[in-house]
């Protein structure tokens, strides 16, 4: 544990270089991941969702986050509100899985709460001298919705994602993803840590040898370029090969250049997508425990209603690629354990230099 703060600390201080992959310590080690839940999970934003599945008021779903349990709701003036979902009697979960209600009743002693968190029944309660229902109301998490997706912040402490992501906006403006519906979304536990994937789908380099059928024939390694993040973000383009089918409908404001590539970006430390000219991709990540990460997935798209072949079409090919992706990760995550295990360089810049960004990032709030 020690060794791996101190290699973060000389990491972020800039006595290392920059060249090499992390230790198996930073992927393997239990202290380290409670680190990165006080530190990291607790204080940033996390993407915990699609506000498509709130679509309408009354419509929930519920999660969790490093250990706290979430109530997401649409209420009466159509906002998405993140809420405790635990109950403020004696402490029951409150709501499970998804669906559309109004009152989400605890199902303990039958307190009852409005889609805003409000307690608005508590049985026999009046027999209570002193009770005051205004006063028992769903802790409100804070949250903001960004192009669709549902973030929370668990601490209330980071600064406003909206400004955080000032530099990714015209980057990924013309995709219009706001305008997107959600046409399929999945939860899934794979056996790696949840920092293998978050780097795994940001870096280019793996997309000939791990996905020669998938994805190499249109996004090749050799055509991917990095851009630039400031911080909070990174991103690539994987660009099309000419000879690739034009991916459509695309939104009309795509210029002829956006039609030619997937943007793939990480929002960090736990939001991963790639917005393609006719689909989103999107991977929300939790950590579960250092060997295992849960994945809150989905696709998006501009038609309205998707026929079922279609839809299928699409979920295949996405399954595809994760199957391939999944296969190294749960194997990579054996061989991070190895004491001998030595982390070797990193590729280019455009295939591998977003690596080195996450590494940034989390370097700065691990040791902060
Ligand atoms: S714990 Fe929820 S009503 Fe008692
Ligand atoms: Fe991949």
Sequence with gaps: ???????????????????HAMPGAFYTDPALLEIEKEKVFRREWICIGH???VKTPGDYFTTDLVGEPLLVTRNAAGEVNVLSNVCRHRGNIVAEGRGKRNLHVCAYHAWSYDRDGRLVRAPLMEQVADFDAAACSLPRIRSTVWQKFIFVNLDGSASPLEGRLAALEPQVRNYHNEERHLYFEREEVWATNWKCLAENFMEGYHLDATHPQTLKPVTPTGLC???????F??????????????????????????????????VFPA????????????????PVDTDHVAIRWGIAGHAETIPAEALAAHVKFADDFNAEDRVKLETLQRGLKSRFYRPGPLAADDLE????????????????
């Design 225 to 231: 370029e990095r851009v630039p993040g400031n911080g």
């Design 233 to 266: 973000f990174s991103a690539y383009k994987a660009h099309y090969t000419p000879e690739s089918e034009q991916r459509r409908p695309f939104h009309p404001d795509l210029t002829p250049a956006e039609q030619r590539y997937s943007f793939l970006f990480s």
């Design 1 to 19: 544990m020690t060794a791996i703060l101190d290699h973060l600390n000389a990491f972020a201080a800039g006595k290392i270089a920059r060249s």
């Design 271 to 286: 939001f991963v997508v790639t917005y393609m000219p006719h689909l989103t991709v999107y991977l929300c990540l939790r």
């Design 51 to 53: 506000a498509d599945e």
């Design 353 to 368: 230099g977003t690596i080195r960004d996450f590494y940034d990032y989390m370097a700065r709030l691990l040791t902060a």
